[in-house]
């Protein structure tokens, strides 16, 4: 049997540049509006807008160059986005949807709250959200291989937005590509 917060998240994630431009909150008075680069724009910026559907008031969020990945947590009042910024890296910003010019750097917390993590000395390393367990905790993966790890490694946390980064799994290895 499918639960209610599975269905309210799947109606709450979207990816930009895509087919879509914007993804509204799972209680609908919010949303996420992606505004594609401006023509003449060197860098090729995309940015995200919150945008309260209330008021039709608008807030920047952020700019990205690449692609992004929008998750809603189950309430709406947070928000998670993978940012693809690079060929080798990606980070996960959170967002309250009440004060958005506040985002927070999940690489960066978690290694303020767990320590240094070596999957990011890699020359590839991501960290990605794999989706809200509730409004309060983000599962988040991070994965990566080069020099420190030739054969990869991965590790899955269960980030609190108060409190505290538990590791739920970790693997040395990487599957293969074959």
Not at 14 to 43: K, N
Not at 66 to 80: D, F, I, Q, Y
Request: proline share 6%.
């Amino acid at each position: 049997m499918l639960s209610l917060a599975w269905l309210i998240g799947a109606v709450s994630v979207g990816g930009f540049p895509g087919p879509d431009r914007q993804v509204a909150s799972p209680d609908g008075a919010r949303a996420i509006i992606w505004e594609a680069p401006l023509s003449g724009d060197p860098e090729f910026t995309h940015h995200l807008v919150l945008e309260d559907r209330g008021t039709g008031r608008r807030t920047p969020l952020m700019p990205f160059f690449r692609n992004v990945r929008v998750e809603w947590a189950p309430s709406g009042r947070h928000l998670a986005v993978t940012c693809r910024c690079g060929s080798d890296f990606s980070d996960v910003m959170l967002f309250d949807a009440e004060r958005p010019s506040k985002g927070m750097s999940v690489t960066k917390e978690l290694q303020r709250r767990v320590g240094r993590l070596e999957v990011l000395s890699n020359h590839h390393a991501y960290v990605e959200s794999i989706g809200w367990l509730d409004d309060g905790a983000l599962r988040v993966r991070l994965w990566g291989y080069g020099e420190v790890s030739p054969g990869g490694v991965e590790r899955e946390y269960v980030f609190e937005l108060v409190g505290k980064a538990r590791l739920v799994r970790t693997r040395d290895t990487l599957p293969s590509s074959k």
